[in-house]
């Protein structure tokens, strides 16, 4: 089982013919994603040859959909073009945007993402990267050689740190991985994926990557508290941020005790969340609850 994407999503690359598209692109169909097309106007017609497979190229989501049956779009247009694509994705009926794309001004985030949202697609990101299913499909930019399919999920704001825990638990494997992004405005929530994993049935722990900025992990905290009978790891990054100061990500951004490493971790834990110091603590507790829920003897 996953949320999200399985090895049955067809999926359409909206800027597959650029540098990164093609490059991503490739990558993708390595680690098995259908990608059944790619999306420019300008190109539209034409075929892409990524080593065994060629993907043909269509003017519109609306042409992609219909002609492959596609239901997941990746994006990799410029910030400039970016509430375009997803407007016309969500139009197009889609029902999965991954959108890679960063630097994408937050008033256009707001309007894709509340647009998508009434028309019924979801959208992970902007500024993140992606998700995936291992062994399945692999929709974004996360590398897909360094897990494997397993009883683990796994939601984070940071794509590195997503990265990181992926490998440092590679032995145990993940159902799915989702990247949501950093931004001050996302389509996907810790609470969203939160739900999704725990409706998982092969989903066993989930962990939650958390930073500095904003309210998600607090929000999240109070989610987990009411709803989730699920293990919880999770990590916080920034616990040596100073101060009132824009750290990375966009939504970054530490006022007073509001948005501190320190409140998000103390509402976690306050809801029965244990949360590592370093991400190879992090990793030890998941590996340490894993152990205990073990019968004994096994």
Not at 63 to 78: L, N
Not at 156 to 180: A, P
Request: charged share 20%; hydrophobic share 40%; with cysteine.
């Amino acid at each position: 089982m996953a949320i999200y994407l399985t090895k049955e999503s067809k999926v359409l690359v909206q800027g597959m013919t650029g540098g990164e598209g093609m490059k991503h692109t490739r990558r993708m169909l390595a680690a098995g994603t259908d990608v059944v097309g790619g999306v420019n106007p300008r190109k539209a017609g034409r075929t892409v040859d990524f080593d065994d497979r060629a993907v043909p190229v269509y003017g519109t989501v609306a042409e992609g959909i219909a002609a492959t049956g596609a239901d997941v779009t990746v994006v990799f247009v410029p910030p400039a073009f970016a509430k375009a694509a997803v407007l016309e994705a969500a139009d197009a009926g889609i029902g999965l945007a991954v959108v890679i794309t960063e630097g994408i001004p937050v008033h256009d985030s707001v309007a894709f993402t509340s647009y998508a949202r009434a028309k019924g697609t979801r959208v992970i990101g902007p500024n993140c990267p992606g998700l995936i299913t291992p062994g399945q499909s692999d929709a974004g930019i996360i590398p897909a050689d360094i897990t494997k399919p397993g009883r683990l999920g796994l939601v984070s704001k940071s794509g590195t740190l997503t990265y990181q825990l992926m490998y440092e638990l590679r032995d145990i494997g993940f159902s799915t991985c989702v990247g949501i992004g950093g931004d001050p405005v996302v389509g996907t929530s810790h609470i969203d994926c939160l739900a999704a994993f725990q409706e998982d049935p092969d989903t066993e722990l989930v962990v939650l990557i958390g930073e500095i900025g904003g309210d998600a992990e607090e929000r999240a905290a109070a989610y987990v508290r009411d709803h989730v009978t699920k293990p919880i790891v999770g990590y916080i990054a920034g616990f040596t941020a100073p101060e009132g100061r824009t750290m990375g990500h966009a939504g970054a951004i530490v006022s007073g005790s509001a948005g501190t490493a320190r409140a998000k971790r103390e509402a976690l834990e306050a809801a029965g969340v244990r949360v590592g110091s370093t991400p190879t603590e992090t990793a030890r507790l998941v590996l340490e609850l894993l152990d205990a829920r073990q019968p004994e003897g096994s």
